[in-house]
Nanobody, 123 residues
Framework: QVRLVESGGGSVQDGGSLRLSCAASGKSLSGHCMGWFRQAPGKEREAVATMDTDSSTWYTDSVKDRFTIFQDNARTTLYLQINSLKPEDTARYYC?????????????????RGQGTQVTVSS
């Protein structure tokens, strides 16, 4: 069992930056597909970035060139660097992991899921 705990959320102004962390209960996430998702009030949860087992990455169009997904060398912590934040980025951000290559961008398809961290961007 892998427990994922997100941190790093907060309230920032338009144009600000945050780094979200997702700690994986001290276990290596090597061999796992990793993803960051977000859910804004009244909207469905969406995938924003994934990292595959070969470290290849995918980003949804609205966050390309602003968000960066990466892991620490031990592969026990997943990060999401968020730059040039916009009010429309306001959401609860979740991380998730599943064994093997990335085959889905649906949060509920991931075996391990965190509880989320809130990001609020004010104009």
């Amino acid at each position: 069992q892998v427990r994922l705990v997100e941190s790093g959320g907060g309230s920032v102004q338009d144009g600000g930056s945050l780094r979200l962390s997702c700690a994986a209960s001290g276990k290596s996430l090597s061999g796992h597909c990793m993803g960051w998702f977000r859910q804004a009030p009244g909207k469905e949860r969406e995938a924003v970035a994934t990292m595959d087992t070969d470290s290849s990455t995918w980003y949804t169009d609205s966050v390309k060139d602003r968000f960066t997904i990466f892991q620490d060398n031990a592969r026990t912590t997943l990060y999401l660097q968020i730059n040039s934040l916009k009010p429309e980025d306001t959401a609860r951000y979740y991380c998730a992991a599943d064994w093997g290559v990335c085959i889905s961008r649906v949060f509920s398809d991931f075996r391990y899921r965190g509880q989320g961290t809130q990001v609020t961007v004010s104009s």
